[in-house]
């Protein structure tokens, strides 16, 4: 899979990362190259093979609903680059 | 009191308990060791008053007749372990200046079973690197030298460098590292030091910065293989907060350390040969199989047919594991925010991830991406998750008729700094024997076998089938004794 430009810039777009042209331009062959490795896996029979989901047997525990933590919000709050009123603050969303 | 840095956890722990020396004075002799040897950029984070303060409870504890397994030895934490109040970075500009208000489980653990903290350890940048050079923080550099009189800076392999750097250095007796790929094993092995990554769900991820949640796993690394018992020991337990945590009670696995391997079958896998490996790899290798059939084992040649898939396999998996993970990276509830003049809601997410991620950590991230992304996600991770299943598959079969695989840990020793930097693939290759046995989630220890040519230390791996850490452990203490490597970095820095 050869990976443009384009398609660099479209998959740093769903990534939330901003990339410069130079980056782009950079990235795509990079791509390129680990895609165009990792595709060799296409060779390799997988009929009746299920996708591994655990790694080592283990079963999902249930836990009860209830409240297991205490209110910590000045904990939750305390490494936040910008808190106000006791909330996360981020940019005006809706203009 | 000289002398303590030339001791070992066990060791530590047991003058300690004798009254040899003091908590305090072992403390003072490592915090020593750890400012000398700054150059080496091993630790971001010095916590001398952690350290001090644990002996000091240790000291007391002994006075009482309260000594805990761990009381008295100072360790080095890996900084992609959360340290309550003490700054967390894993690596990244993205946490700079991040100080969790809680512990991880597993630091948490050592601590309770009286174990201090020297500091916290450079690594790559979340964990994604093989050299140390992705840190946000400078190169860590490995204290052994080539004897060639170069002094060419090499690299303590990644991505616990700190880790390795520590141990080696003897700036630490033990430490933590944590292996998603080979992180405990390859470094260990650059630095001809002992490390050992359990069965996945042995050790609590609850803590620990993500980097690929099917994979990440904790262990010791340690001067020996005792010392690496008995820290996972401390390290290992059930833990409700870790939806993969395997609820099992922790083996004594200290006290059942036995060199008898007598009659135990080792395979030997041949798709483990490969090209282009030094022959000094492959004599090292065959060194090693010497030295078990000496032990009493069968040795028994095996295959594991996918073994060329594996690290293609694990180059979809993890970047996709780790896209996700990654994408709590916001400039919103902890870390880096970065916010342009009139910009929005996403240009602030972009603006932020763009300036606190290295570009390897981007890049695993945009392939990640891009194998989830629409219309992709069946041939590239589905296919992978299949070819990983065949893997385990694999080693199944293997077990079913030997105990215990031995392989090299690492297709080379170490390299110099920057030598592999401009090729990712390059890099990553420096995983090859490490990887298969992550993502089947087996237990598997690098332990120093020699030196090559230019006096630098060669490792091996054995390789356990899952919950057999015992056997793991029991094997690479037949051959330690055997391998006899009592080699070390001269001290230059």
Known sequence: MSVDEATVRHVAKLARIAVSDAEVQKLAPELSNILGWVEQLGEVNVDGVAPMTAVIPNTLRLRDDVVTEPDRRDDILANAPVAEHGFFAVPKVIE | MSGITDLGVAAIRDGVKAGTFSAREAAVAYIGAMEAGRPLNAFVVETPEHALAAADAADADRAAGNLKPLSGVPLGIKDLFCTAGVQTTAGSRMLEGYKPVYESTVSANLFAAGAGMLGKLNMDEFAMGSSNETSAFGNVL????????????????GSSGGSASAVAARMAPGVTGTDTGGSIRQPAAFTGITGIKPTYGRCSRWGVVAFASSLDQAGPM???????????????????????SLNLPVPTWEAALSSDIRGKRVGIPKEYRIDGVPAEIDAVWEQGIAWLRDAGAEIVEVSLPHTKYALPTYYIIAPAEASSNLARYDGVRYGLRVQPEQGGLNDMYEATRAAGFGAEVKRRIMIGTYVLSAGFYDAYFNQAQKVRALIARDFDTAFEDVDLLLTPTAPSAAFGIGEKMADPIAMYLNDVFAVPASLAGLPAISVPAGLDGQGLPLGLQIIGRALDEQGVLNAALAFEERAGFNHRAEAWW
């Open chain 2, 142 to 157: 490995s204290p052994w030298r080539r004897n060639d009189g170069g002094n060419v800076a090499l690299t303590p392999g």
């Open chain 2, 222 to 244: 340690a001067r020996d293989v005792k010392d690496c018992a008995v820290m996972l020991e401390a390290m290992a337990g059930f833990d409700a907060k870790d939806s993969t």
